[in-house]
């Protein structure tokens, strides 16, 4: 997925790339799950690199992983805004590289998707905004041992 979206990002070059981190009354925290243990990453590789790097020790990455799970995807965040406000949700069109490219409907309420703006259908309300810094997206991992 990860791959599929920066392959856009590269082919669009926007000015801005932003994450919109929907208000869900439904939502829950995985980290709750009996399933998963919340794990600081150890390393993390943006993108479009090869080389794992380790993960500077003042800035802590907690994730929830299965037990079987090591990788995780991450940004790579400029700002957080919040708290937002917007006077009406915008439109927005969703990728998806199975059934697209781009969807019209309204977004799905679990994952998380490319948008851009168009659609027909409003976002669902927002919560906060964060700012991307290039390359947007990276992959993050616990120890193994």
Known sequence: MLDDFFHQLSCARPKKVVVFCSRGNGAFDPAASAHSKTIDCSQFKFIDETRWQPIPSSIRVPHPFRPEKILASA???????????????????????????????????????????????????????????????AFVRRDTQ
Do not use: C, H
């Open 75 to 137: 940004f790579v965040v400029r700002r957080i805004y919040y708290p937002v406000e917007f006077p009406r949700p915008p439109f927005a069109e969703w990728f998806s590289p199975n059934n697209g490219p781009w969807r019209q409907e309204r977004i799905p309420t679990r994952g998380e998707y490319l948008i851009r703006r168009g659609g027909t259908v409003p976002m669902r309300d927002i919560s906060a905004v964060l700012g991307l810094k290039p390359p947007y997206l």
